[in-house]
Structure formats: C-alpha cells, structure tokens
C-alpha cells in the first residue's frame, strides 16, 4: 500500500492507494498551523484504521511539508514534480495544469516544454483571497459560488491584493449592485490574475486540468476561466489530492506508519527568531503612556431636552457607518459605530429614528455626510452638506491639535496620511498597492490564531522579544508568523511584532518618508487602528515624537463632518433633514444600468427614494444625471482624442498598414499617419482600447509588473490581427524627438523597446509582416537614410525620393499636430479665465489620453468645475532650467518645465498621473513635487492601472479643491 501527505499552507491533504494503485481512503482538512500535531494524528489514524500492519510506502509533498520530512525521516517529494508525476500517470493528454490553493498558486506547463510559474509576491487570486471575498459579502464560499450563478454582469475588480479588492467592492455593494454580480467579478479577477500574473504571455492551450480547493469546490470559477481562455478545462476526480497522489506514486521506501507518528510527535521546533526591543521598559512607562493618551478626549455632555439645536455628522466609510452628534460647543452628545452590513442606508435611517424617539423636541441645525457614502446618505436623507473625508478628518484633528501638521488615519482597509502646511492640505498619501498596514492586516491574524482583535492586540503590549517579521503581504506573513511560532515565540511576541510591521509599513511603503523626521512634529492619529495601545506605541518609537490619539479616534471623521456643518451654518438654522415620519416612510430602490453615452460606458446605479428623489452614481461626467453632453470646450484631452480619431484611412494603392493606437503612437500616429500616406499606403489604427480589448491580450502580457498601457498593447495588436492586416508597423525608438528642455531626449525602456516584447510574446504576429525596426525621429537625415533602406526591405522599388518626401510631409503634419495642441490649450485658458474657472493641467505621457488608461479622470476634473490642459500644450513656456536628477528622458522632461509652468501661474495647477508599473515614475514623482513645492504650488498624483473605480482619486481631487479653497480664502 502506499501513502501521500500533501502538507500546504493552510491544509493537510492524505491518500491511501491499494495495491492497484485505486484510492481507497483521502481527506482534506484545515491544519490551523499546527501542522506537526495534525501530521502525526493522522499518520497514527491510518495505521490503526486504514493500513493493515501498519506499514506502507510513504512520502510527504507540499509547500509546508519539507521541514516536517526531513524531521521524521520521510522522503519528500517537491509538490511541482509529485504533480507532474500524478498528472502524467492519471491525466497522460494534459498539456495544462492550473491549480490554486489557499495561498498559493500556480501553472504547470506539460507540453511544449515542461515549465512552472508560482506566485511570489502576491497571494491575490489563491483561495485566501476568495475566503476574505466570501466574508466581506457575508457568504459562505459555497453561497458565493451560488451567487455568481445568477450573474448578469462583471465589474472590474482589482484581485492583486485583498483590501483593494475590498475597496473596489465595497462602493458596488454600498451603491447597491447584485451579489451575484458582485460574486462573478470576483471569480473574473481571480482569472485575471492568474493569466496575467502567472501565465506571462506563454498560451494556455489545449487540454487543460484545474486542481487545488477554489477550482475543486467553485464550479462558477471554472466557468469563468474557460470563458476567458476560450476553451473547456476538466476538473479530475481527486483534484484536491493530485499532489498527495503525485507523493504516494513516488514513494520509495516502506515505513511503519506509527513509528513515524511518534518521530513526528518528538520534533522539538525551537530555534532563533530575530527581534526588536520590547514596547514598554516597565509597567509604569505603560501607566505613563496611557495617561497621557486618556487626556485627549472631547467633552460629553448629556443628551437631555435641553440642549439646544444640534449638528449631526455621518461618516459612511468602506466597511463601517459612524455618527456622532454635537452641541454648538462642540460637545459630544451622542456617537454610533457599528459595521455597514453591504448598505449603510437602513443603519443610518434607524439611527436617526432612535434620535427623533428618544428627543421628541430635537432640533438639528446641520446634517453633514463624508466618506464613501457622503452623496448616498445626503441624498437619501437630505442632508445639508457633503464634505470630502481627508477635510473632516483634518478639521477634527484641528480640534485637538490647532497647530497640527501631519494626520494619520489607519481604518480596516485603508490608510490616509496628509501634511498640513499654513492651515490648508499639502500632500495626500493612501495605501495603493498593498495593504498589510491597516486594520484588517491584524484582525485576519487575530482570527487566523483564535483570538479577538482586542485581546490579541492587548497581549503585545508587555512583550519581551517581539518579533521582527518586517512588512509583507499579508497572506505571505503568515509564512513568518509560522515560522516565528516554529522558532519558539509566544503569541505576545508575535502581537507586538505585527503591530510594529504595521507601523513601519506605513511610515516607509506608504509614505514612503526617508526619514520620520520629515513628516512633521505636531502629529494626530486617528482611526479605529490607533485604538489597538501596541500600534500607537510602536508609532510614537518609530517617530520619534509622542503623538495625539484622540479618545474618539475610530469617530474623526464623523466628529469633523459635524464641526464642518457647525462652521457654515448660521444660528436658528434649520436642517432640511427628513422629519420622523419620512423616515418612517423611508423606502430605497436600485437598480444598475450602463451608460452608452460616451467611451466611458460607466457602470450607473440609480438609487431612488421615497417622493421620487434619485441619485446616480459612479458617473464621470453630468450627461446621466443632466442628459446634457459632457461641456468638451474645456477639455484638452477630448481635443486630443478628437484630433487622433480624424486620422482615416486613405487610398491604398500600395497597401495597408496597420498602427497600433498604444503608447508613443498617441502622439506620433500624426507623424506616421502622413507618412504612409504619402507613399501611397491605407493606415488604419487599432481600435480605441477598452476592457475586452486587453483582456483579449492578456494571455501574451509576459510580465505582470509592467505598467497597464503598456499591457493594452497586446490587445491592439490583437485587435489589428482579427481585423485582418496583414502588416503592422511598430518600430522601436530609443530616442524621441528633441524639445531642448533636458539633458537628453530618450524614451523610457518600455516605450523605446516594447515592440520587441511584442514580437516574441504575440501569437498573431506569426501570420503578420510586423515591422518594429529601429528608427530615430530625432535626426531627420537619418532618419530619411535608414528608412529607405527599411522601406525597400519591405516594399521593394519605393525611390529614395519618394521616401524623402514622405518624411518632410510627416515632420510638417508632427508639428502642424503639436501646434493646434498648442493652440488649443491656449484658447481653453483664456476661455477658464473669462469664466474664473480653476485651469488643471493634467499631467501624464501621451498614452495617458487613452480613455481606458486615464477612466474619464479629465472628466471627472471637468465635472468638479475646473478646466484641462495637458502638459505639453504649456511646457514649451519654459526654457531648460536645473533639475536634481539627470533629466534624460523628452516625456519627463516636458513634466518638469509644466510643474515649473505652473509655479508662474496662480490660477493653475498641476495633477500627475502615475501607472502602476512604472519605475521611472519613482524619480519623476519626487521630482514634480520638488518643483512645485518650491513654487508654493500643492502636488497631486493620481495612480492608476486597469481597475476603473475612481473612488480614492475623487478623494484626491475634492481634497486639492478644498485645500485650494482654503488658500484663497485665507488670501494667500
């Protein structure tokens, strides 16, 4: 008989095979960690029930089964090779192997070359992540399956790490999308992930096996991969058990399986663990601590008839609903916090009825809303104002600290930091690409080591040698927190470790600050994090500097909604909220459609309420809500897009070429585009991108940390393929054009060499002439000379003249092309001007005008009231000036001179978009702020990727808004 142990990260996997090699017994269960224990259990189990004699051939496989093997004595198979060898022997036809476990995942590829991709850095996309799913939409993983059955749609969810995937759900489910729609995308993410992220533009083809939990057990996730993969994959009998199968085909030696439960039960797992200095000295620097932290509390008074009129403050966040109710003296009368359950609309509505019933007399003179939720809430209740949350959060702090200069506010699943300089917001920074900093960072471990947020965070406070696990993703922590429980350390150790990760985190990968010192002196934090006595201590050691924790720190935000809506209104003001009988008759219904009526296809829910008030949400511009078309006069980048799509086709007499609108086209598709034409060739550019387009691509996207234009990439050349050319020109260009305002003009790598990652990833290509060649642009003689040679390659028989020419008609449309840009941005900032608008200049690369790369952010600008202009419709302003990095490259080159623009301006401003992905962007960002630091002018970067919700990038506007709106009020 043989026997295989499956040991992973989060289950123990067993098979028993007879002597025919057919199963006899498995089981799959969860180990908690204490994977030694639930070893040696099972293995005693076997012997005394399933294997007479007590004696089989036996091997361990799995990510965490190495250590327990070499402990026991048991040969180990690594659990790539036990795959292949059960998939060879149970499977022989299959080419693809695709299996997701509880953290990690991976693609086994059979045929073509035997090849295996895991993930590393990033345990999105494995059943963790669909665990942390189900749980936020109050399923079980069965009913999450169920609940994608009966989709009708998919959104777009980021799956690369949980929390964001938790911040692109939560405005669906606050805005009232289906669960089941809901379920789907998060299925959909899930296979995005694993293509894109693992796959890295190798095919998945032919027949494919799904293995492991999530694929077993979610057949609505199986249908979602073979929808995107364009194909029917199977899922074998004993799925979950092909690594233990692969261990017990493998096994080599004969061992008494008792012997080796009790070998197991003798381990002694106790070594070395590195750790940091303890948080408190004593007991009596602790009592120290927590007086001083007790003094930052807000005057409560009772809530008796008496009171006079009141303000009240909702802040409906990401997974929480709070009020807090206040006096004209800013006194606390009443507060609330409790989860929103998916709709914060019906808690609100009770919590409001509980005031009207318990003061029958109440007089409100204020009702502000802030957070998510800020226009749901003020609309369903008619509120009196909205107000962004980073000012409510400031005005609270201001509360307490008037002379504050850095706010942090850590909540379940988000992370906000802003620097206060002369009264106003300077800077914005919220958490975008990982989460192992916030709140739910230490309740996933509390809950994973059986304990109460609360407790857990309370036993780190005495810890004598807390654990240095540094800042990981927070499933690949898990990894170290084993570990360090292997080493020896206590669960106290382990609590004041974590508490410090989460601290060091956001300090260096959030922040990102060189040093504590240069974030500020006067310093409060806030949110329900800082509750957590560990968290604050290991803050105030990290920095250096004691801090503020207010008492009501979880409430800020609710507290500054109520101060803000105090601060506008005048005394006998009345709020125009719902009286007590309407919200008795208080009634919502939504329903989700999608707007046609632009590019942008949003993705509306329309929420309406009792007397047929609505609202629409997750609109960029007005056209839904006013069925006006969005106002373009005022928006270089529609200019932008308009004077890309009148490049038609001409005659071909020659031919057809095909350009793929993708990158450095959207700015060099005039110069092209005139060229070709004049040598007699139809050009015709891939379509506009859109979300099937890239996903159509991403099975050739070969790697998952490049930015997203450059992915789209692979949808345009696909798109060009399927409409049938048969040539596609895409040359590769290390230098652009020299606009005299650097050091030198290159393009970055990817722009200058992505038609080579193109070349060897592309299937479609192998059916295409595909011209990516190396040309310059910046030396027209050259240039001439080289593609002449390139162009009779070829096309043979094109005159040297021909070609010349060709070129002077594509120099003289580039400029002719960059000086209506020009123009154009002029005009609209005359325009601003007369109508004393706020004049934006939206700063990217030219691939940024890319409706699917930007989302309508120039739209949403426009729709907050502001005109948009671009960067290089004002660097030409600006002769060279200084920079502090070598300032090489034509795109960043024209950002430094607009930044520099700006400074002169005082009626414009500057916001910088960033791709997930970009390196040189590292340099760029700092740079940009520098400059308009210098200049007095505030810094605003908005960082995008493929997902589409806009939440965290509105708060960035609105808080740039305000905090403009403060400066001039404040004459400055």
Not at 55 to 66: D, E, R, V
Not at 87 to 102: F, H, S, T, W, Y
Not at 216 to 224: A, I, P, Q
Request: aromatic share 8%; proline share 4%; net charge negative.
């Amino acid at each position: 008989m043989r026997v295989g142990l499956d040991i992973g990260s989060t289950t123990i996997k067993c098979v028993v095979l007879d002597e025919h090699d057919q199963v006899i017994y498995d089981t799959y269960e969860r180990h908690g960690s204490h994977i030694t224990e639930k070893a040696g259990e099972l293995l005693a189990r076997l012997a005394k029930e399933q294997v007479p004699g007590g004696k089989a051939y036996l091997a361990i496989s799995g990510s965490a089964g190495m250590g327990l093997a070499d402990g026991c004595g048991v040969p180990f198979v690594q659990e790539v090779f036990a795959t292949r060898v059960a998939a060879k022997r149970l499977a022989p036809q299959a080419d693809v192997v695709i299996e997701l476990g509880g953290e990690d995942a991976k693609i086994l590829f059979l045929s073509g070359g035997t090849e295996v991709r895991m993930n590393g850095s990033c345990a999105g996309g494995t059943g963790a992540f669909i665990d942390q799913m189900a749980t936020l939409l109050k399923m079980s993983p069965e009913e999450l399956n169920e609940a994608a059955s009966r989709a009708e749609k998919t959104y777009t969810i980021a799956s690369r790490c949980g929390v964001f995937a938790k911040s692109d759900i939560q405005p669906l489910i606050n805005q009232g999308a289906a669960a089941g729609d809901i379920a789907a995308s998060i299925y959909q993410a899930v296979v995005n992930q694993t293509i894109a992220g693992l796959a890295q533009g190798r095919p998945i083809q032919g027949n494919v096996l799904y293995l492991g939990g999530p694929l077993t057990f979610n057949s609505e996730l199986r249908k979602s991969f073979d929808h995107t993969l364009e194909l029917t994959g199977l899922c074998p009998e004993h799925s979950l058990h092909f690594v233990a199968m692969g261990a017990a085909f493998y096994a080599d030696r004969e061992m008494d399986l008792a012997q080796v439960a009790k070998t197991i039960g003798s381990i002694q797992q106790v070594g070395e663990y590195t750790s940091q200095p303890p948080l408190f000295a004593n007991k009596q620097e602790y009592e120290d601590f927590h007086a001083r932290h007790m003094r930052a509390s807000v005057p409560c008074v009772p809530f008796g008839t008496d009171v006079g009129p009141v303000h009240i403050g909702v802040d409906s966040g990401s997974t929480t609903v709070k009020v807090a109710v206040i006096d004209d003296n800013a006194n606390l009368l009443f507060t609330d916090y409790q989860p929103n359950l998916g709709n914060p609309l019906p808690l609100i509505r009770d919590v409001l009825l509980k005031l009207y019933q318990n003061h029958p007399n109440l007089e409100v003179a204020s009702v502000t809303s802030t957070g998510y939720g800020e226009e749901l809430v003020k609309h369903a209740f008619r509120g009196d104002f909205g107000v962004v949350e980073t000012v409510a959060h400031f005005t609270a702090a201001r509360h307490f600290l008037p002379d504050v200069d850095f706010i942090i506010d850590i909540g379940g699943q988000d992370m906000k930091c802003f620097k206060i300089e002369d009264g106003a917001i300077s800077d914005i920074f919220l958490n975008e690409a990982c989460s192992s900093g916030c709140g739910s960072f230490l309740q996933t471990f509390a809950q994973a080591l059986g304990y109460d947020v609360k407790e857990f965070a309370a036993l780190g406070l005495f810890a004598d040698k807390p654990v240095d696990l540094g800042s990981r993703c927070t499933v690949f922590m898990n990894s170290s927190v084993k570990q360090a429980q292997k080493d020896g350390a206590s669960i106290q150790n382990i609590s004041a470790g974590l508490s410090i990760s989460v601290v060091k985190n956001a300090i260096y990968k959030v922040i990102r600050a060189a040093s504590p010192e240069e974030l500020g002196r006067r310093i409060v934090v806030q949110g329900g994090t800082f509750y957590n006595e560990a968290v604050l201590r290991a803050f105030e050691k990290e920095m250096g500097v004691e801090v503020v924790r207010p008492d009501i720190a979880g409430l800020m935000g609710a507290f500054g909604a109520a101060l803000h809506g105090r601060s506008l209104v005048e005394k006998g003001h009345k709020s125009s909220l719902l009286s007590r009988q309407e919200l008795l008759e208080f009634t919502q219904k939504t329903k989700n459609v999608q707007c046609n009526g632009c590019t942008n296809h949003c993705q509306l829910t329309v929420s309406t309420f009792a007397g047929g008030r609505r609202l629409i949400s997750g609109n960029r511009c007005e056209k839904p809500v006013t069925g006006k078309t969005a106002q373009d006069d005022l928006n270089l980048y529609a200019y932008k897009q308009k004077m890309l799509a009148g490049y038609k086709p001409g005659p071909a007499v020659r031919g057809t070429i095909g350009i793929p609108l993708c990158l450095n086209m959207y700015e060099l598709l005039p110069f092209w585009h005139a060229f070709f034409t004049s040598l007699g060739f139809a050009v015709v550019t891939s379509p506009v991108s859109t979300r099937a387009m890239y996903i159509k691509g991403q099975a050739s996207i070969p790697s998952d940390t490049v930015c997203f234009p450059a992915k789209l990439a692979h949808g345009h050349i696909r798109a060009l393929a399927d409409m049938g050319i048969k040539t596609i020109f895409y040359p590769c260009m290390s230098y652009n054009i020299d606009e005299h305002l650097g050091d030198n003009h290159y393009n970055c790598p990817v722009v200058a060499y992505y038609p080579e990652v193109l070349a060897v990833n592309c299937p479609e290509l192998a059916d295409v002439t595909f011209i990516n060649e190396f040309v310059g642009l910046h030396r027209p003689k050259d240039f001439k000379k080289k593609m002449y040679e390139i162009m009779n390659r070829y096309f043979p028989g094109i005159k040297r003249g021909e070609v010349e020419r060709a070129a002077d008609m594509g120099y003289a449309e580039y400029n002719a092309h960059m000086q209506r840009l020009r123009d154009k941005g002029a005009e609209i900032i005359a325009a601003a001007r007369a109508e004393g608008k706020r004049i934006v200049v939206l700063a990217g690369r030219p691939y940024h005008v890319d409706p699917e790369v930007n989302h309508g952010i120039d739209a949403l600008l426009c729709r907050h009231g502001a005109a948009v202009i671009t960067e290089d419709s004002v660097a030409w302003h600006e002769e060279k000036f200084p920079t502090t990095v070598l300032n090489q490259w034509t795109y960043h080159s024209r950002l430094y001179a607009a930044a520099k623009y700006c400074t002169t301006q005082k009626d414009m401003d500057l916001v910088q978009l960033v791709s997930f992905g970009c390196g040189v962007d590292a340099i760029t960002t700092d740079e940009t702020r520098e400059i308009l630091h210098e200049g007095g002018k505030l810094y605003t970067q908005l960082k995008i990727d493929e997902i589409t919700n806009l939440g965290a990038v509105n708060i960035r506007i609105r808080s740039l808004f305000a905090a403009l709106d403060e400066k001039e009020r404040k004459g400055e």
